[in-house]
């Protein structure tokens, strides 16, 4: 399985290059290259380690494992980032705000993972517990960025043939798998035990998916029409208007707007009045 899964990454590879999908999105292509270069190694370094006569190499093999793992999870918040730009791509003013927030989470999320690290282990034992932090951070946005996706594809007209959707939706099925395995593995767990099977078919399944969406035809997203009056394009409006240093505007209190209103109206009556005496004088 570990080999189908190269196999795969590499096929993926070809497929996401040969679109020129890398020029959309450029954190993904680097997440697909680190993959299809660490997965031959890190097979072989399993390999060679398990054996009686390669206990030497297991220092190796963890220290490249989780520097792989941590690179993929710094790679990941990137890729989800890009994954909100495509689909918010519409709509510039919720897209630069949006990404505003966007960073302002991220942040956060590092940092609840730095400050909920037990940090009992000492030297290099700390590694692990900082990597699972990352990638439990990165699962969780993953899932955060599908959900929004899903509840707002409708208003966003992206449909779900979409690479970025289908991006969100490999990844939110990855994150998923992660929290599963988790919460299920035990300290002294085997790779032969059979949850590790469903896990690693889950992610066989995921990268075929990917490799179906990077194959076919993407649906050309046409130009966004909506009503002027629609809730969508006023947030927009509202979006493009904040942190924006051009013209400034008085704003008038709404008690005042009806004081304003009935003073046209007194003006338009005097008017009205004036016209109408003036022709009655002349007739």
Same mark, same amino acid.
């Given at each position: 399985?570990?080999?189908?899964?190269?196999?795969?990454?590499?096929?993926?590879?070809? &497929?996401?290059?040969?679109?020129? +999908?890398?020029?959309?999105?450029?954190?993904?292509?680097?997440? +697909?290259?680190?993959?299809?270069?660490?997965?031959? &190694?890190? #097979?072989?370094?399993?390999?060679?380690q398990s054996q009686p006569w390669g206990r030497v190499f297991f220092p190796t093999y963890f220290y490249v494992f989780y520097a792989v793992y941590i690179a993929s999870?710094?790679?990941?918040?990137?890729?989800? %980032?890009? *994954?909100?730009?495509?689909?918010?791509?519409?709509? !510039?003013?919720? %897209?630069?705000?949006?990404?505003?927030?966007?960073?302002?989470?991220?942040?956060?999320?590092?940092?609840?993972?730095? !400050?909920?690290?037990? @940090? !009992?282990?000492?030297?290099?034992?700390?590694?692990?517990?900082?990597?699972?932090?990352?990638?439990?951070?990165?699962?969780? +946005?993953?899932? #955060?960025?599908?959900?929004?996706? #899903?509840? !707002?594809?409708?208003? +966003?007209?992206?449909?779900?043939?979409?690479?970025?959707f289908g991006i969100a939706f490999g990844f939110g099925l990855l994150a998923c798998n992660d929290l599963v395995l988790a919460a299920l593995i035990k300290l002294n767990?085997?790779? =032969?035990?059979?949850?590790?099977?469903? @896990?690693?078919?889950?992610?066989?399944?995921?990268?075929? %998916?990917?490799?179906?969406?990077?194959?076919?035809?993407?649906?050309?997203?046409?130009?966004? &029409? *909506?009503?002027?009056?629609? =809730?969508? @394009?006023?947030?927009?409006?509202?979006?493009?208007?904040?942190?924006? =240093?051009? =013209?400034?505007?008085?704003?008038?209190?709404?008690?005042?707007?009806?004081?304003?209103?009935?003073?046209?109206? $007194?003006? &338009?009556? $005097?008017?009205?009045?004036?016209?109408?005496?003036?022709?009655?004088? $002349?007739?």
């Amino acid at each position: 399985m570990s080999v189908v899964e190269f196999l795969l990454w590499a096929v993926l590879g070809f &497929v996401f290059w040969r679109r020129k +999908l890398h020029r959309r999105f450029p954190a993904m292509a680097s997440y +697909l290259a680190l993959h299809v270069a660490a997965s031959p &190694v890190l #097979c072989i370094l399993l390999n060679v380690q398990s054996q009686p006569w390669g206990r030497v190499f297991f220092p190796t093999y963890f220290y490249v494992f989780y520097a792989v793992y941590i690179a993929s999870a710094v790679l990941l918040f990137f890729v989800a %980032m890009e *994954v909100f730009r495509s689909a918010l791509s519409a709509f !510039s003013g919720l %897209m630069k705000f949006g990404v505003v927030i966007f960073r302002w989470a991220v942040l956060a999320s590092v940092l609840v993972t730095f !400050s909920t690290i037990s @940090y !009992s282990h000492r030297g290099v034992l700390i590694i692990p517990d900082i990597a699972s932090g990352l990638m439990r951070s990165v699962s969780i +946005l993953e899932l #955060c960025v599908l959900a929004f996706l #899903c509840f !707002s594809m409708n208003a +966003l007209r992206l449909p779900i043939r979409d690479m970025a959707f289908g991006i969100a939706f490999g990844f939110g099925l990855l994150a998923c798998n992660d929290l599963v395995l988790a919460a299920l593995i035990k300290l002294n767990s085997s790779l =032969t035990e059979p949850f590790q099977f469903v @896990y690693q078919g889950v992610v066989l399944l995921t990268i075929g %998916m990917w490799v179906a969406y990077s194959s076919l035809p993407e649906p050309v997203r046409k130009p966004m &029409v *909506v009503p002027a009056n629609s =809730t969508i @394009y006023r947030w927009n409006e509202i979006a493009s208007a904040l942190g924006h =240093t051009g =013209t400034q505007v008085a704003v008038v209190p709404a008690t005042s707007s009806s004081f304003f209103l009935t003073d046209v109206e $007194k003006v &338009v009556d $005097k008017v009205l009045t004036r016209n109408l005496r003036e022709s009655e004088t $002349k007739s």
